[in-house]
């Protein structure tokens, strides 16, 4: 794999692994390169066949690989994620359907650490939310208090002249 290519495939998956979504940033080094189809099974050396994967997803998907089953593992940028697999409010990904069931089972995608790291990234959310909305508050009072104040000198620049 050429660096261009490499380079081009980390940005097209935001330097996050395809299959659990964890950064590479979180684990200190870039992450693997995934053949979606493996190349035991026929599956191309080229970028459309590529999934951007941490060390453990690829472990774990190893050379899988059922294309028409409802057994298979989801395609991060083909399939709509959304449809079989929903993430519940403490972390846990939940199956909305069979094959959303055999992803999260065969990927290991409620192991203990990634669980952990999307409740820790829902909270983080949550908190850069209430920050925004306290700096708009701020921005706010701060804007009252300069009304107060200029509505006092006011008062006291028309005070002097009587």
């Given at each position: 794999m050429h660096d261009d290519d490499?380079?081009?495939?980390?940005?097209?998956?935001?330097?996050?692994?395809?299959y659990c979504g964890v950064h590479e940033r979180d684990?200190?080094?870039?992450?693997?390169?995934?053949h979606y189809q493996p190349r035991s099974k026929g599956g191309a050396h080229e970028p459309a066949n590529w999934v951007y994967c941490c060390h453990a997803c690829n472990e774990f998907k190893v050379a899988y690989w059922q294309p028409d089953s409802p057994y298979r593992i989801l395609h991060p940028q083909r399939d709509d994620l959304a449809t079989h697999v929903i993430e519940e409010e403490d972390g846990m990904l939940r199956?909305?359907?069979?094959?959303g069931a055999f992803h999260i089972g065969r990927l290991h995608l409620n192991r203990v650490?990634?669980?952990?790291?999307?409740?820790?990234?829902?909270?983080?959310?949550?908190?850069?939310?209430?920050?925004?909305?306290?700096r708009e508050r701020l921005k706010e009072l701060l804007?009252?208090?300069?009304?107060v104040m200029a509505g006092i000198r006011d008062l006291q620049f028309g005070e002097r002249d009587l």
């Open positions: 490499r380079k081009s495939l980390r940005l097209r998956f935001r330097f996050r692994c395809g684990v200190g080094a870039e992450l693997t390169v995934d199956a909305l359907t069979d094959t650490p990634l669980v952990e790291h999307r409740r820790e990234r829902r909270l983080q959310e949550e908190l850069r939310q209430a920050q925004a909305i306290e804007e009252r208090v300069r009304k």
